[in-house]
């Protein structure tokens, strides 16, 4: 018998991806000062990484709303 069911373990799961994502973020952020001397280049990096975050975050926020949570 498993300690937890299925859908509390992919909450779980999903929960410290999220945890993971979240730490990313804000390492980046923080450390994105001691990584370029130049304000461009500060800018095109903080650019490409949140530009990344926007694109696959809106096609899963459409999946999200088409398949749902009860599927």
Do not use: H
């Amino acid at each position: 018998m498993p300690c937890l069911s299925t859908r509390k373990s992919l909450i779980l799961l999903l929960w410290l991806g999220d945890v993971c994502l979240y730490m990313g973020r804000t390492n980046v952020s923080v450390a994105i000062g001691a990584m370029f001397s130049s304000d461009a280049a500060e800018g095109r990096m903080l650019a490409a990484f949140y530009c990344g975050y926007f694109a696959f975050q809106t096609p899963a926020g459409w999946l999200a709303s088409r398949f749902g949570g009860s599927r």
